[in-house]
């Protein structure tokens, strides 16, 4: 049966944690598109204030090669990224398992990650290697292979997570019982990424449950 998985980890263990370096209230998140040239993962989305500003030249990782600007669009860019990993990494654990990388979303504090294996063993072989590398995952959900109309299957996982938390806090309530600015401080982002969150996981959410 197959099965997916969400966990967080540290930001250490990602290269591109770099970024927040330049953009401390930006979030990363890696584009899901297939490169038909065998590139693994070329792309990932900047979003967050004044990303327009943003020097790829000035942030370095060993584990990177060249970073540049495909397209900017408001609170948005669109980035190509060459990997050069010489050491182990989440991403070199990735790619060396039996597991599908869903989704992955980063902040200064943490990624966010979602996978898919065939079966429990091909979690078991990636939570394994992990460990060999010293990476510490903290699992967050574990479930069935879920249907791909189910809305929130759509949602990446700092959309869910500030969704649920608007939910929980009241922000949906009339009258509201906590506004972005304190959501924003409970997840430790800026009000403008909270607001963006929100907007794009509604409208996921519309656009799969009530739109043909």
């Given amino acids: 049966m197959a099965i997916e998985a969400a966990f967080d980890v540290s930001g250490e263990w990602f290269p591109l944690t770099c970024v927040f370096e330049e953009l401390p209230d930006a979030m990363v998140e890696l584009d899901r598109i297939v490169p038909t040239n065998g590139e693994t993962i070329p792309y990932f989305w900047l979003r967050g204030p004044n990303v327009e500003s943003f020097d790829p030249a000035a942030v370095s990782h060993p584990d990177l090669g060249a970073i540049s600007v495909v397209e900017t669009v408001g609170e948005e860019a669109l980035m190509r990224v060459e990997w050069e990993p010489d050491r182990k990494t989440l991403l070199t654990v990735l790619l060396e398992s039996p597991v599908v990388l869903v989704s992955a979303v980063g902040t200064r504090r943490r990624w966010s990650v979602e996978i898919r294996g065939d079966d429990r063993e091909a979690l078991a072989t990636f939570q394994s290697a992990c460990r060999e590398a010293a990476i510490p995952i903290d699992l967050t959900r574990l479930q069935p292979l879920s249907s791909h109309t189910d809305e929130s299957d759509a949602l990446t996982p700092a959309q869910r997570e500030a969704l649920l938390l608007a939910y929980e806090r009241g922000y949906f309530d009339s009258p509201r019982r906590i506004t972005q600015t304190e959501l924003a401080a409970e997840l430790d982002i800026t ?14 959410l519309v656009g799969d449950t009530m739109v043909d």
Avoid: E, H, I, N
């Avoid at 009000?191 to 996921?204: A, E, F, K």
């Fill in 191 to 204: 009000r403008q990424s909270v607001s963006s969150r929100l907007q794009r996981g509604l409208r996921r």
